[in-house]
């Protein structure tokens, strides 16, 4: 019977690990199908404290062997369900066929960014295509990037990369943004971005970096070439929270529902950090401050804080 399960191996699933480890609670982490997270993929992080630069997989790597060296348990699996019985025991059933038995469960599996499955994106991630300006934005200093997409986070990725490149076409699939009036309004009067109405990318282009897009016009068809240094993504995310079942609440858009500013859910015993909860920031700072209140709210409830 273990203590504590940790699901996810990102900065909330590993800073809970060394929290919960460090409290002599031996922690088990499931790293899910992604070990690191998504800060795998990022090929610099400049916004996290203590390193003024590193790459992502690096950094990653960093956090689990820190987490291991405290006494953490990594295991290389993904969870398909999860279980309570009425004994208040956490059954989590791995997708090797092994269950793990646990007395709490602390949900840190993070959400995953909606792709546009057109040819180049994938080959060319972390080679000019990003899907965070937070993280990636300053590396294009003088350059020029598109966004693609019509929402809050879309426009919000516009104006924020305006501080770097010196051009920023902004695309869209339709004649009219589903963004906020105020957020529409500050895109469109920013003589940096250039707004591209009924626009689809259907290919990326480059070798070894991105060097342009095909764009297609949605109404006639007719296909254009822009040259551009970096393409950011930003047509949502999506939680990864389909092995929970209905155990937990949930908001409209499918990430947990915590309760009082606490990682605590709807169903006593389980926490839940990071991306994967409603209203996250979705920054690596904010999610490992998440994982280490994961892990006291966990302490509290296994009765050694």
Request: hydrophobic share 40%; with cysteine; proline share 3%.
């Amino acid at each position: 019977m273990e203590q504590i399960v940790i699901v996810g191996s990102g900065p909330a699933g590993l800073t809970c690990a060394i929290y919960a480890a460090r409290s002599g609670l031996s922690p088990t982490v499931i790293s899910g199908e992604e070990p690191g997270g998504q800060l795998t993929k990022t090929s610099v992080i400049e916004n996290f404290p203590g390193f003024r630069s590193i790459d992502g997989a690096d950094f990653m790597a960093k956090m689990m062997e820190q987490s291991e060296s405290c006494g953490a348990k990594i295991i290389f699996e993904s969870v398909k369900k999860i279980e309570k019985t009425k004994d208040e025991v956490f059954l989590i059933l791995l997708s090797d066929g092994v269950t793990v038995s646990s007395r709490s469960v602390v949900i840190a599996t993070g959400a995953s960014h909606k792709k546009l499955g057109i040819p180049g994106e994938l080959e060319l991630s972390n080679k000019g295509v990003s899907w965070c300006a937070t993280c990636d934005g300053p590396m294009y200093r003088g350059k020029r990037v598109a966004v693609i997409g019509g929402g809050n986070s879309a426009l919000m990725e516009a104006i924020f990369l305006t501080q770097f490149a010196d051009d920023v076409f902004l695309l869209h699939r339709r004649d009219s943004f589903r963004a906020d009036n105020i957020m529409c309004h500050r895109a469109s009067d920013n003589p940096k971005i250039h707004i591209l109405w009924n626009s689809v990318v259907s290919r990326i282009v480059g070798d070894s970096k991105v060097r342009e897009i095909v764009i297609e016009d949605v109404n006639g068809g007719e296909k254009t070439v822009l040259p551009v240094n970096g393409v950011f993504i930003a047509i949502g995310t999506r939680p990864v929270t389909e092995f929970i079942g209905d155990i937990l609440d949930f908001d409209d858009e499918g990430y947990i529902k915590t309760q009082n500013g606490s990682a605590e859910t709807s169903c006593r015993g389980i926490f839940a950090a990071g991306d994967v909860v409603s209203g996250s920031l979705k920054q690596a700072v904010y999610a490992a401050g998440a994982g280490a209140l994961a892990a006291c709210n966990a302490e509290e409830f296994l009765g050694v804080r």
